[in-house]
């Protein structure tokens, strides 16, 4: 790498850092604003994951000048964090235009992604654009029935990302129900580290959707990914809900979704999170700031044994406030049935997290 490149490198890391301190500090002064959002600009994927149930195989992209106006309403609300998900975003066209203009409103960008559409070229142009952070999921090191998001797939994007990628990079490996080889995760958090990525583990819902403990090899393997992933600044640190869920233990927090935490589909409609949704499915122009006052204190029952980290990362700010209170829901869309899906596990934690 040449020393420009490595001084604007290390001079972005330090913006990053900077604007995470920021971000904390305004969380903890203040309780209005939402602190981090998920947006959908497709729906469609190029992948078929057999336990996902967040992507379609024929939604087009939703049109520039809809994102535009979903991104401003989150400005208007003071939302921080802005991330693009999917499905998979990549599909989407005009994706660096929605990037650059999250970008515009100095709210921070980052991307979930399955990696397969990278080159050097889309990666320069997400650089360009503005984008912050970037998250794969990589489930195993050699393609299955299960999934295909897979190291011997990737690993020629991880090196394209390590090579050109001026945002942080993070690579989440899973544990727990389903996956059949732990030593994968071990073996893909091994390489992000030596690619001088960032890696993250997380640990999913047995086929059943149960919380089930991890077995002893799966916890010494959590714990030394836990550990590589400890040298960056991240809210994981101060967060055991993962701890617990590897030991088949219900958490105990407080759900803000709805409040500091939006979901906004690819329909426009907001809702507490992508294994709720459906609730409360309310238009985000119609969405308004009693919305969220109200969501921030009403008690989600789903809470103990729920696996959305990024939902649970960001409540860390909160905790320390009042209790919530059980409250009647808001009245629900009758067109929008309650979903609940088994998503992808993951973890955004790179996204609230400073270098
Ligand atoms: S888990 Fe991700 S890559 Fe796999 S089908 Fe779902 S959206 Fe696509
Ligand atoms: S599933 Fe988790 S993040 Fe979603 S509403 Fe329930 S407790 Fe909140």
Same mark, same amino acid.
């Given at each position: ?22 971000f904390i500090v305004e969380g903890l002064l203040s309780s209005r604003h939402p602190l981090l ?26 049109? %520039? &000048? ?8 989150? $400005?208007? *609300?003071g939302t921080r964090v802005?991330?693009?998900? @999917? /499905? ?65 797939? %990737? &690993? ?8 050109? $990628?001026? *945002? ?7 544990? @727990? /129900? ?57 809210f994981?640190?101060f967060n055991?809900f ?9 958490h105990q927090w407080r759900c803000r979704a709805g409040s500091r935490y939006l ?29 969220l006052r109200r969501e921030y204190t009403t008690e989600k029952?789903?809470a103990?044994?729920c696996?959305?980290?990024c939902v649970q990362q960001v409540a860390i700010i909160d905790n320390w406030r009042a209790p919530q209170r ?26 609230v997290?400073?270098?």
């Open positions: 790498m040449n020393v420009l490149k490595a001084i604007r490198r290390r001079a972005l890391a330090h913006y990053r850092t900077y604007r995470g301190v920021r959002a998920h947006l959908i600009p497709i729906r469609r994927c190029n992948l078929s994951c057999a336990y996902c149930n967040e992507y379609d195989d024929h939604s087009q992209p939703v049109p %520039l &000048d809809l994102l535009f106006s979903r991104i401003d309403r989150l $400005a208007w *609300f802005i991330t693009i998900s @999917g /499905g998979e975003p990549l599909l989407h066209p005009e994706l660096d235009h929605v990037i650059r203009h999250i970008h515009r409103h100095r709210i921070t960008t980052g991307l979930i992604t399955n990696g397969y559409l990278l080159t050097a070229d889309r990666i320069q142009g997400l650089n360009r654009a503005g984008l912050e952070y970037l998250q794969i999921s990589i489930d195993n090191v050699m393609p299955d029935q299960v999934s295909k998001k897979s190291l011997k797939v %990737l &690993d020629k994007k991880l090196e394209l990302l390590a090579e050109h $990628a001026d *945002f942080h990079v993070n690579i989440n490996s899973v544990l @727990g /129900g389903g996956v059949n080889n732990p030593q994968d995760a071990l073996v893909i958090a091994r390489r992000a580290v030596a690619l001088g990525l960032g890696t993250t583990v997380g640990v999913i819902h047995d086929g059943s959707g149960q919380l089930r403990p991890l077995s002893p090899q799966e916890q010494s393997i959590y714990l030394q990914i836990h550990h590589m992933g400890k040298r960056r600044l991240s994981a640190r055991n993962q701890g617990d869920i590897a030991h088949g233990r219900s979901y906004i589909c690819e329909d426009g409609l907001v809702h507490y999170c992508s294994q709720q949704r459906g609730y409360p499915a309310i238009p985000l122009q119609e969405y308004t700031l009693e919305h029952s789903c103990p044994h696996t959305v980290s059980v409250m009647a829901p808001l009245p629900r869309r009758p067109s929008a049935p309650l979903v609940q899906v088994k998503s992808e596990l993951r973890d955004p934690t790179e996204v997290s400073a270098d």
